[in-house]
């Protein structure tokens, strides 16, 4: 009976000592745990940079247009000052299952692999200077004062036609 319980805690104090190693391991990885996305991009699987890539390919922030009568102004809203912070994004991606400590991250990881997903809103910068910029140098095409019709009699009759005003 010693015998029949010595070897059942062996068993078992093996299988605990390979499943910690087998955890441990799946903490070092150099990449972004399964089941994690950004905005929707699934991440999960990609190196730092990789993931970087992907979302530089995917998070487009897009073009807006000014018009103005006969006038369009076209920008990319990054030309705007807009931008999204991919270092900052992925680093909390890539700090899932690696945050906490030893046990409570590989609850998380077997959760990733299992059953939970999750998917982190992107950080967003904004430099509004350049926006400012921008909007100045638009301002001084569309901007004119608005000038009353003017008629003038002399020794002959002079009308100046209105001029409607614009301002941004």
Do not use: C, M
């Given at each position: 009976?010693?015998?029949?319980?010595?070897?059942?805690?062996?068993?078992?104090?093996?299988?605990?000592?390979?499943?910690?190693?087998?955890?441990?391991s799946?903490?070092?990885?150099?990449?972004?745990y399964?089941?994690?996305?950004?905005?929707?991009?699934?991440?999960?699987?990609?190196?730092?940079?990789?993931?970087k890539?992907?979302?530089?390919?995917?998070?487009?922030?897009?073009?807006?247009a000014?018009?103005?009568?006969?006038?369009?102004?076209?920008?990319?809203?990054?030309?705007l000052?807009?931008?999204y912070?991919?270092?900052?994004?992925?680093?909390?991606?890539y700090?899932?299952?690696?945050?906490?400590?030893?046990?409570?991250?590989?609850?998380?990881?077997?959760?990733?692999?299992?059953?939970?997903?999750?998917?982190?809103?992107s950080?967003?910068?904004?430099?509004y200077?350049?926006?400012?910029?921008?909007?100045?140098?638009?301002?001084?095409?569309?901007?004119?004062?608005?000038?009353?019709?003017?008629?003038?009699?002399?020794?002959?009759?002079?009308?100046?036609?209105?001029?409607?005003?614009?301002?941004?």
């Amino acid at each position: 009976v010693k015998k029949v319980i010595a070897i059942l805690v062996s068993s078992i104090l093996l299988i605990a000592v390979s499943a910690a190693i087998y955890l441990n391991s799946l903490t070092q990885d150099e990449f972004i745990y399964p089941s994690v996305s950004i905005e929707g991009i699934d991440i999960s699987g990609y190196s730092i940079e990789e993931a970087k890539t992907i979302l530089e390919e995917r998070l487009n922030l897009g073009k807006i247009a000014f018009k103005f009568e006969d006038k369009s102004w076209d920008y990319s809203l990054k030309d705007l000052g807009f931008s999204y912070d991919y270092d900052k994004s992925i680093k909390e991606a890539y700090d899932i299952g690696r945050e906490n400590n030893l046990i409570n991250n590989w609850i998380t990881i077997f959760k990733l692999n299992h059953s939970d997903s999750v998917d982190l809103k992107s950080y967003r910068t904004n430099n509004y200077q350049e926006l400012d910029t921008i909007y100045n140098q638009i301002k001084a095409e569309i901007d004119r004062p608005a000038i009353d019709a003017t008629l003038s009699i002399s020794d002959s009759i002079s009308i100046t036609p209105d001029q409607v005003g614009a301002e941004v």
